[in-house]
């Protein structure tokens, strides 16, 4: 919400925000309650957002877990808060891109991604990677880092009035091997770093046997 505030002013126009996995949900908790904001906003873009939760988190957090995985479980109070009402709003264009193979946000297959914004008054488009290249294999980490199809719908929306539109995307990209701007000499050592701090932080976070209250102000 401060961000928001913050970056709106700075900036002196509407600003676009551009999320991954749980970086996808928490502007739009901003945006849900705290209605100021909204008019700041111009784009929203969630990649590979866990929407509407992942059961991996179930497994994952048994033995207890970070606060932030269980709150990314299907059905927490986080979510359930988040998703009642509208999950969009008027005068902002929404983007979510998200892959099919995502081992993290799951189930993330049709007919009811996780990923995908389901109702509201915004301007929307839910694109999976693979209705623009049908036998591209991108996993969670990867598009949110290298992943040239989510990379060219996340500029596709960022660069066009409204949300992205997979027809407006250079189908040329299904053949591009990473993203502009990753340096493949460097790639290696980058996701062993990338891919190692993930894994610490999952087995060194102080672990949590239940959800964390939710505020009297997102409570019903």
Request: net charge negative; hydrophobic share 40%.
């Amino acid at each position: 919400m401060n961000a928001i505030r913050t970056m709106h002013a700075d900036a002196g126009r509407k600003i676009d925000i551009v999320g991954f996995s749980q970086g996808g949900m928490v502007p739009r908790w901003a945006l849900k309650y705290w209605p100021d904001t909204r008019d700041a906003v111009r784009d929203y873009v969630g990649i590979d957002p866990s929407n509407h939760g992942t059961l991996d988190a179930y497994p994952i957090c048994a033995p207890g877990c970070a606060p932030a995985i269980r709150q990314q479980q299907t059905g927490s109070n986080f979510l359930t808060a988040l998703n009642d009402g509208p999950e969009t709003f008027a005068g902002i264009d929404y983007t979510v891109v998200y892959t099919v193979t995502d081992e993290v946000v799951f189930p993330n297959l049709p007919p009811a991604p996780s990923s995908e914004l389901r109702g509201g008054d915004g301007a929307t488009s839910n694109i999976a990677v693979q209705q623009i290249c049908p036998v591209h294999v991108a996993e969670h980490l990867s598009m949110g880092s290298i992943d040239p199809v989510g990379y060219a719908v996340v500029t596709d929306a960022l660069d066009h009035d409204g949300p992205a539109d997979a027809a407006r995307i250079d189908r040329g990209v299904c053949a591009a091997p990473l993203m502009p701007g990753v340096d493949p000499v460097a790639l290696p050592a980058n996701e062993v770093r990338y891919n190692g701090q993930v894994a610490t932080t999952l087995a060194t976070y102080p672990r949590e046997l239940a959800e964390p209250e939710l505020r009297d102000y997102a409570r019903n």
